[in-house]
């Protein structure tokens, strides 16, 4: 009689990629030996040179380990389906005991075939690492938390502000200004009881990310800087587990599931990180608010995959998402020979400093400066004359502009009483300078700004009367 064998994921390699094979026989055992003979490779893998089936793959007929059936002398019948379920390391513990409560709380998913009892209890023994609790944090959480992960890690170390709101939905009006980890964990304990959720509240570094990320058995990344994001990277690649990555700007987002031990990682997709400030973040660029819930729910799927042994992952592939087209384009990935984190000849064996790696300056002790940036008429302009590409906006009113102005530079009027209004006629991935005739007004309108989440602001000091100043001190050498 004929019975479908599933093939998890790290083993389809040995069984010409597919997920399931038809065999004809009457036992477990008849079953496998048949799959072995139609793919010899997968023998070394399922059998022990004694001939005996390998104590770290289980098998089960439908929902049953067979181990507590017959073993490998169950009895198949027509239709059964016998799922392979080998030790993976990095992926769920020993599957856990679910109670009562539980059991009707996952009821939707353990009807599935796909997840079922047995996939429900390794959920619930799995820990997975969120690494950032914005907007893909939100959703990553939220249905990870939802669908019965057992221990759900959180990394940041942010304040919830009134900026976040517009995409990040583990939040609410009620929770800005609080600690993000310390109103996360109260929503997603309110989402799940039955999930530990562990904070940690700190900036991921070369120092701890090693720690951090070690007890847990899948990492999802969605951070929004390209240091945190080859750290993690790195960090996973030396720990031998699967990272899976996410990234959006504004209407685009991107997913795949980065896994050195059997696909590439991120360095292979990207060796090295673009120039500082080439690529806007989310503050500086903007994102669709809806975005980082479509790309952080096929995160959250990508490592409920993973834990389960189920479907296809994102291994060496890399899905991008287009929301204006609401198109899907799939790009395949390969293993760089010459990576320097998990090629054949690996040079980076530690965690290495990721700000200079990127060309980060490090953060200044004690946060952001306060108040709003300011840089002086020399300043500007030498960055004019060097070429740098500037926004300069004059806040003044039109007969003051008449008057004079900075037009030469491309700069442009936009009135402080209509600036509120015409914000969104700026970029926000530009270098923008805001400059009035001695730099008050101008700083009012700076604020503004950043309050909108723009991030690359400058308020010319002095105003245009210190560049007129310099233009003089200049014009007399």
């Keep these: ?97 679910l109670s009562r409560e539980e059991l009707a709380r996952y009821s939707r998913h353990i009807v599935m075939p796909e997840v079922g009892l047995e996939g429900q209890r390794r959920l619930k023994a799995a820990s997975v690492l969120v690494v950032g609790a914005g907007g893909l944090g939100s959703p990553r959480a939220l249905y990870l938390a939802a669908a019965g992960v057992g221990r759900l890690g959180l990394v940041d170390f942010d304040a919830v502000d009134v900026t976040n709101l517009q995409r990040q939905v583990l939040y609410g009006t009620s929770d800005v200004g609080r600690p993000k980890l310390e109103a996360a964990a109260a929503r997603l304990r309110d989402v799940n009881p039955h999930v530990e959720v562990v904070p940690h509240p700190v900036r991921l570094t070369s120092e ?62 990207f060796r090295e990180p673009p120039p500082p400030g080439l690529v806007p973040s989310c503050a500086e660029g903007g994102v669709l608010g809806v975005l980082p819930g479509i790309i952080g729910a096929l995160q959250a799927l990508e490592a409920i995959k993973l834990i389960l042994g189920a479907g296809d992952p994102l291994v060496g592939r890399l899905l991008l998402f287009d929301a204006l087209a609401l198109r899907w384009r799939e790009l395949r990935l390969r293993k760089d020979p010459a990576c320097p984190v998990c090629g054949e000849q690996p040079t980076i064996r530690e965690l290495i400093d990721y700000e200079a790696f990127c060309g980060v300056p490090s953060a200044a002790p004690g946060g952001a400066e306060e108040g709003v940036p300011e840089i002086t008429a020399a300043e500007l302009r030498r960055r004019l004359e060097r070429g740098d590409r500037l926004t300069i906006v004059d806040v003044r009113e039109p007969e003051e502009w008449a008057a004079g102005n900075l037009a030469e530079y491309g700069a442009r009027l936009i009135p402080v009483g209509e600036f509120v209004e015409r914000m969104h006629e700026l970029d926000s991935a530009e270098e923008i300078v805001v400059h009035c005739r001695s730099g008050r007004r101008s700083a009012w309108a700076a604020e503004q700004l950043r ?15 210190a560049w007129e100043e310099e233009a003089e001190a200049a014009a007399r050498g």
């Design 1 to 97: 009689m004929s019975v479908i064998v599933r093939i998890p994921t790290p083993l389809r390699a040995y069984a010409g990629g597919q997920g399931e094979v038809a065999v004809e026989a009457a036992t477990v055992g008849e079953a496998l030996a048949a799959l072995a003979e139609r793919h010899p490779q997968l023998r070394r893998h399922l059998y022990g040179d004694d001939g005996r089936l390998r104590n770290f793959v289980n098998v089960y007929r439908n929902e049953d380990d067979v181990r507590h059936l017959e073993g490998e002398r169950t009895p198949v019948r027509a239709g059964d389906v016998l799922t392979i379920v080998p030790s993976i390391a990095g992926g769920a513990g020993a599957p856990a005991e």
């Design 208 to 269: 701890n990310a090693l720690e951090v990320l070690a007890p847990y058995d899948v990492v999802v990344d969605g951070t929004d800087n390209f240091p945190t994001r080859y750290l993690v990277n790195d960090a996973c690649v030396l720990l031998g587990k699967p990272n899976v990555y996410g990234s959006i700007f504004r209407f685009e987002g991107q997913v795949s599931v980065f896994d050195a031990r059997r696909g590439p990682c991120y360095r292979c997709l």
């Design 451 to 465: 309050a909108a989440g723009f991030r690359k602001v400058w308020n010319l000091k002095g105003g245009i009367l």
